[in-house]
């Protein structure tokens, strides 16, 4: 959605870092996702951060928030072929908007 | 409890027929959102209620479109005279809102309509 914005694409290689972006433009926000749909699967959720917090970890991701600038980041350590797939940011106010999503693609 | 189910997981129908759609959310949940999700695109918000109560309607849910939950537990979306730019992946999600037990929505697999 326009709300919400993302790149497209993100190439790795397996055992590197991937970080993805996203940028939101509601302030008041309160909620801020992670998906995961790999294809033919509906959307899994990998994590979430409260609009009142900077950072999240939860083993292989880390999450930080810049509320100032409005950006959301997903890092995921130590890369697996497994972790291919589209990535997708979303923020909530009542209701949850998403971003395009980001294809993420790693190279063995 | 198996997660957010959504029926039928497809459909195809001919232009101008109506078509009804069934999400049963996880037990507990008390909100429940519908998506629209094409190709390429993340999912696009079309409605979500609050209990049995709809709170929100998104602008892409034309007059065709109409959706209800009347017990507050199980919902359906119904697309009246469908037209092909109705084809695409309907998603449902839930949620419990409420307390600090808060954990982000979940989404069923979907229902893929085409409408030929």
């Not at chain 1, 890092?75 to 294809?103: K, P, V, W």
């Amino acid at each position: 959605g326009e709300d919400v914005e993302q790149s497209l694409f993100l190439s790795v290689r397996e055992g590197d870092s991937s970080v993805i972006n996203c940028t939101y433009t509601d302030s008041s926000s309160t909620y801020l996702y992670w998906y995961k749909q790999e294809p033919g699967a509906g959307l899994q959720l990998l994590t979430y951060i409260f609009s009142n917090m900077d950072m999240k970890q939860d083993q292989r991701l880390t999450v930080l928030l810049n509320k100032k600038d409005k950006h959301l980041s997903l890092r995921i350590a130590d890369t697996q072929t497994g972790d291919s797939a589209i990535y997708f940011c979303a923020e909530r106010t009542n209701d949850m908007r998403f971003g395009a999503g980001t294809r993420l693609t790693v190279k063995p | 409890d198996t997660g957010v189910s959504q029926n039928p997981r497809h459909k195809i129908t001919k232009r101008g027929q109506n078509v009804t759609f069934r999400c049963d959310p996880i037990s507990e949940h008390n909100r429940l959102y519908w998506y629209r999700q094409t190709l390429g695109q993340g999912p696009e918000f079309l409605t979500y209620f609050q209990n049995e109560a709809q709170l929100e309607k998104s602008r892409l849910l034309s007059d065709r479109f109409s959706a209800e939950r009347p017990k507050g537990s199980f919902s359906t979306l119904e697309i009246q005279r469908t037209e092909q730019g109705d084809s695409a992946m309907y998603l449902c999600a839930s949620s419990f809102e409420g307390d600090f037990r808060f954990r982000g929505a979940f989404f069923g697999q979907g229902t893929r309509l085409t409408v030929v």
